[in-house]
């Protein structure tokens, strides 16, 4: 019977340990190329739209180009960044950014937390149906939503002047959009409403994962809800905190970007532009593409600072529960 099952078996091929070795190099050659060939979409989609890109930009900021198709791009040098630190509105552009930066925080930062704490307590449907309701201006398109606040701020028959004139507050409609006055905090006021729906998400979602048993053994201990709000929910919520806190520090400029551009256009006098509506400016107004790019390089490596230190602050101020 042993016979029989040792003949029952083919004597190996001649060559059969190379071919083996081979089929074993090329599982490892997969094994290792695999995760490549995962990567390889999102990989050739950020080199497409952002690498590609930002390495253009680096190019074109030494480079002066009209973005005509067929002409030349003349090297300049420095000369771009020279003109661009002597360019009055791209100084005052500097200056209206570090003011939506910072008057955008309140709306993404503090008042979406408070909001999100209040809304947390209610009933699942009620906290449902508020947290939806705050959420819904920011899935509105910034067009449509220029053309609201465009008609509430109208100086002959807008809502805003219509209620400040039976108030007896003015004695004649305001401009708001074409006063120097009021253009930016309007433009301020437009992008913080836009965005307090995200951030109170945002927070919401924070809060589900703090343990109820704090709170619990807080109110045991005595303390109110002002004080479990800072000495409980606050440090649990420091991670997401400076989370959206470099988020709007970030991209404030950008997303004040739309209402700028459709409201103001800048105006009056620059008073309500910022960084990135002037590099749109020299770009496509001026068709001085270097220029742009120029601006936008100097942009680039201080928002990676301010990234950079904010990650920094993150790491040392965050407070995790584990």
């Given at each position: 019977m042993?016979?029989?099952?040792e ?37 050739i989609l950020?080199?497409?739209?952002m690498?590609?890109?930002?390495i ?9 180009w009209?973005?005509v198709p067929g002409?030349?791009k ?13 360019n009055?509105?791209?100084?005052d552009?500097i200056?209206n950014?570090?003011f939506?930066?910072?008057g955008?925080?309140?709306f993404?930062i503090?008042?979406?937390?408070v ?12 906290k ?14 910034p067009?449509?939503v ?5 008609w ?13 004139l ?7 409609p ?10 930016k905090?309007?433009i ?9 729906g ?10 589900t994962?703090?343990?109820?048993e704090y709170?619990?053994a807080?109110?045991i ?6 004080r ?10 420091s991670?997401m905190?400076m989370f ?8 404030s400029?950008?997303?004040t970007f ?5 409201l ?11 960084i ?5 400016r020299?770009?496509?107004s001026?068709l001085?593409?270097g220029f742009?790019?120029a601006?936008?390089l ?6 990676g ?5 904010m ?10 529960d584990?």
């Amino acid at each position: 019977m042993s016979q029989t099952f040792e003949n029952s078996y083919a004597p190996p091929l001649k060559g059969s340990p190379a071919i083996a070795q081979r089929r074993l190099n090329k599982a490892k050659l997969w094994r290792r190329l695999k995760p490549f060939v995962y990567l390889a979409p999102a990989i050739i989609l950020l080199s497409v739209w952002m690498y590609k890109p930002l390495i253009t930009t680096f190019y074109l900021a030494f480079h002066k180009w009209n973005m005509v198709p067929g002409t030349d791009k003349k090297f300049v040098g420095l000369e771009n960044f020279d003109k661009l630190f002597h360019n009055p509105a791209f100084l005052d552009s500097i200056g209206n950014t570090v003011f939506y930066t910072v008057g955008l925080l309140p709306f993404s930062i503090l008042i979406p937390l408070v909001l999100a704490v209040v809304t947390n307590n209610m009933n699942g449907k009620m906290k449902n149906f508020y947290r939806g309701i705050f959420f819904i201006p920011m899935i509105l398109a910034p067009v449509s939503v220029s053309a609201i606040w465009r008609w509430l701020f109208h100086p002959s028959n807008g809502v805003v002047n219509h209620i400040l004139l039976k108030m007896n507050l003015i004695d004649q409609p305001i401009a708001f959009f074409s006063d120097a006055n009021f253009a930016k905090w309007i433009i301020l006021l437009i992008t913080g409403w836009k965005m307090i729906g995200f951030s109170v998400i945002m927070f919401s979602a924070a809060l589900t994962g703090i343990n109820r048993e704090y709170y619990e053994a807080a109110a045991i201990d005595g303390a109110s809800s002002m004080r479990q709000f800072i000495n409980v929910t606050v440090p649990l919520m420091s991670p997401m905190i400076m989370f959206m806190m470099m988020m709007s520090i970030l991209f404030s400029s950008q997303w004040t970007f739309a209402y700028i551009d459709i409201l103001t256009t800048g105006g009056p006098y620059g008073t309500s532009t910022n960084i990135y509506y002037e590099m749109y400016r020299f770009a496509f107004s001026n068709l001085n593409a270097g220029f742009s790019s120029a601006a936008a390089l100097v942009f680039f490596f201080i928002f990676g600072v301010i990234a950079l230190l904010m990650n920094a602050a993150s790491r040392k101020l965050s407070f995790y529960d584990n």
